[in-house]
Each structure stands twice: as structure tokens, then as C-alpha cells.
């Protein structure tokens, strides 16, 4: 999966990734700390993905 995440990040793409409260460090270090740390909420999640949407086409990435 890692793979996949470097080469999503690497062309401009979003990526959402649910990682369990125990992992949160780990994933930071994995990260560099780098992106954005959601709350559980559907709503914040929805809001999240129309901001990286609207990103992407404004970078011209579909």
C-alpha cells in the first residue's frame, strides 16, 4: 500500500487513509507528519473530499 500512496501523492491526487487511534503515531512518522488529521464524522470527511476536488480541477487534475 505504500507504493500506492507515494504514487497518488506524487501526482497531485488526494488520499484518504482510516487509520486506527493505536497507528495514528505510526502513520505520522510514515507521513513525515505531512496531510490532514479528520475527526470520525461523515460530514467533516464529505467537506474534506469537495476542498481536494475542487483543488484538482482547479490544477487540472482529474
Do not use: H, N, Q
Amino acid at each position: 500500500m505504500r507504493s500506492e500512496l507515494a504514487d497518488a501523492v506524487l501526482a497531485g491526487r488526494a488520499a484518504l487513509i482510516a487509520v486506527s487511534e493505536k497507528c495514528v503515531d505510526a502513520s505520522k512518522d510514515f507521513t513525515g507528519e505531512r496531510g490532514t488529521t479528520l475527526p470520525y464524522a461523515r460530514r467533516v470527511v464529505d467537506e474534506w473530499w469537495r476542498v481536494c476536488r475542487r483543488d484538482a480541477i482547479m490544477r487540472g487534475i482529474r
